[in-house]
Nanobody, 124 residues
Framework: QVQLVESGGGLVQAGGSLRLSCAASGRTFSRSGMGWFRQTPGKVREFVAAISSGGGSRSYAPSVKGRFTISRDNAKNTVQLQMNSLKPEDTAVYYC?????????????????WGQGTQVTVSS
């Protein structure tokens, strides 16, 4: 079992920044790739960013590349998502997820544990 708890969501104006954090427990965190996804009502959950177990490989959705940065601290069992230059279309519930293996990939099926989500709202 893996428990994932997100924090850091909130309301911010367009152009602002937020930093999401995800605290993990239960499985050897350093062996798992980690990802961030987001979802809005009526839409499928979409990939935002992913990072491999050691942090050496990172990937981003085209819509956030250059604005968001994913990072992890294996000593603290946490993964972060720094979000800059936020846009109203970034408004969503953001979920942290733990991968089935050491890679960080973009499909929801690659992840077997999910957090409860944290709301991010960007006002125009």
């Amino acid at each position: 079992q893996v428990q994932l708890v997100e924090s850091g969501g909130g309301l911010v104006q367009a152009g602002g920044s937020l930093r999401l954090s995800c605290a993990a427990s239960g499985r050897t965190f350093s062996r798992s790739g980690m990802g961030w996804f987001r979802q809005t009502p009526g839409k499928v959950r979409e990939f935002v960013a992913a990072i491999s177990s050691g942090g050496g490989s990172r990937s981003y959705a085209p819509s956030v590349k250059g604005r968001f940065t994913i990072s992890r601290d294996n000593a603290k069992n946490t993964v972060q998502l720094q979000m800059n230059s936020l846009k109203p279309e970034d408004t969503a519930v953001y979920y942290c997820a733990a991968s089935r293996d050491a890679l960080g990939r973009g499909a929801t099926d690659d992840y077997d544990y999910w957090g409860q989500g944290t709301q991010v709202t960007v006002s125009s």
